[in-house]
């Protein structure tokens, strides 16, 4: 019997006849930003309200370019998770401000609105929430602390594309909305992201911050009015997203199901925590994630290990980010945040993407099992 080819624990899905049309973009002679990139903030904005989203070439620079827009920076705070890859609290400091965390929930995952207000000083203005594994966080509860204390809200929706939240879809509505378009995410452009915005006075000053500052003026010439990055994705780039916007709906569907299959499967007296009960949130599956078992939680590369000697890719989607050494190093602690040193801790990444197949879940719970029987 051949072995099972390798599951990762994601893998992108890229169609033949998107692959044609990338083709095309590098034969047309024009493969930097140009009129791909036109044509998919159009479809976004469509799908998104008609809110105006302008693309970037990753969901980093569209959080920090966010942040500049609301001309935050040092002396500033802005609250978000520890449960988050770091770029969430990295373009704090790319700012010079300080990110400060609120505790994780333990039944979300997500930010502990009941906390969040707390935290608030004089010198906040901002929150970043991330909806971890596209789980949303509680977008009525979120906007209301956001108007009580007059301050901006900058959604990581990097993971949360295609979710939804009270019937609407996260970026269709709030304040600014930020997209990853990563490799691993449910919709990619390889690398790039977008912000969905309020109007188009924002618009055009993050047209700015995103190319060198420069703007178009209507006698065809440009003036550099302000400082600006250098961010603009290219033509290459936004074919592929064009192409994954076409099927998001369809691969989320499937994303939906294979998780739901990982819960008919999963067997209980294993000891996991399974990822929150998506019912009411509608999700976007992006990833699925149990917790190991507390008396497992020490021995998480052991686990990883032997899922991989069963050809199954397992990663950690996060290890709680202010015990890193750059945040310890500006006074942070294990016992800070207890509930996302927990989950974070324990979390395990298993394989769940579009292309698997009903059998590859069934593989997948059935080596668990083995890894566990392996270690306990
Ligand atoms: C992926 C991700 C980012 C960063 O996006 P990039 O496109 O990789 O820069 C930020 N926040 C969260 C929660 C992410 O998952």
Redesign the pocket.
């Known amino acids: 019997m051949t072995p099972a080819p390798f599951l990762p624990f994601t893998r992108p899905l890229i169609d033949e006849r998107t692959i044609a049309e990338v083709g095309e973009v590098l034969r047309s002679g024009w493969i930097t930003t140009g009129p791909r990139c036109q044509e998919l903030e159009a479809a976004l904005s469509e799908r998104l309200n008609g809110r105006p989203v302008r693309l970037v070439n990753?969901?980093?620079a569209s959080?920090e370019l966010a942040l500049r827009l609301c001309d935050i920076g040092p002396g500033d705070e802005v609250i978000t998770t520890p449960l988050?890859?770091v770029?969430?609290a990295n373009v704090v400091l790319a700012v010079g401000a300080t990110p400060v965390f609120v505790d994780a929930e333990a039944s979300t995952r997500n930010i502990d609105l009941r906390l969040v207000e707390r935290a608030i000083t004089a010198r906040t203005r901002a929150l970043i929430p991330?909806d971890l594994a596209g789980l949303p966080v509680d977008r009525d509860r979120l906007d209301a602390i956001a108007r009580r204390h007059g301050l901006r809200v900058i959604e990581?929706a990097?993971?949360s594309f295609g979710a939804r939240w009270g019937g609407r879809e996260i970026g269709s509505f709030g304040d600014l909305v930020s997209f990853?378009?990563?490799a691993n995410?449910n919709l990619c452009t390889a690398?790039g992201?977008c912000l969905v915005l309020n109007n188009e006075v924002e618009a055009r000053r993050f047209e700015k911050l995103r190319l060198q500052g420069v703007a178009r003026l209507p006698d065809g010439t440009m003036d550099v009015e302000d400082w600006g990055s250098k961010a603009n994705l290219t033509d290459v780039a936004a074919a592929i997203g064009l192409g994954q916007l076409r099927r998001i709906d369809e691969f989320t569907a499937r994303r939906r199901a294979l998780a739901e299959r990982y819960f008919a499967r999963w067997d209980a007296s294993l000891g996991f925590d399974l990822p929150p009960d998506d019912a009411a949130q509608h999700g976007n599956w992006h990833m699925f994630q149990p917790l190991l078992p507390r008396r497992l939680a020490a021995r998480r590369g052991d686990f990883i290990a032997a899922m991989r000697e069963q050809g199954i890719g397992v990663g950690v989607h996060y290890p709680a980010m202010h015990l890193f050494s750059l945040f310890r190093r500006r006074g942070h602690a294990p016992g800070d945040f207890p509930v996302a040193e927990d989950i974070g801790a324990r979390t395990v990444t298993l394989p769940l993407f579009p292309a698997m197949d009903d059998a590859d879940v069934d593989r997948v719970c059935t080596a668990v099992a083995a890894a566990v029987a392996a270690l306990d």
């Open positions: 990753s969901g980093t959080l988050s890859w770029a969430t991330v990581d990097a993971q990853s378009f990563h995410k690398e992201g």
